[in-house]
């Protein structure tokens, strides 16, 4: 059995209240569902490059 390995990002590691989280191949692409995820449901206007930095450092790798 093959595993896998995919970026992963959560608002509660984040610290915020959410169950959600986004799983992906690349890195980008987790930015892009967080960032819609962040305009969508916590009313973030624009990703910021510090706010991207702190997302950045908050993706985990996992191995599925
Ligand atoms: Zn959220």
Known sequence: ?????YKQ?????AGADCDF???AETE???MT???AHGA??????E??????NK???LIKTVTV
């Open 1 to 5: 059995m093959a595993e896998k390995e």
């Open 28 to 30: 980008e692409e987790v």
């Open 9 to 13: 990002l959560s608002c509660r590691d």
């Open 55 to 57: 997302m950045k450092s």
């Open 47 to 52: 990703v910021t490059s510090e706010l991207k």
């Open 40 to 45: 969508r449901v916590h009313g973030m206007k």
């Open 21 to 23: 989280l986004v799983r």
């Open 33 to 35: 569902v967080a960032a």
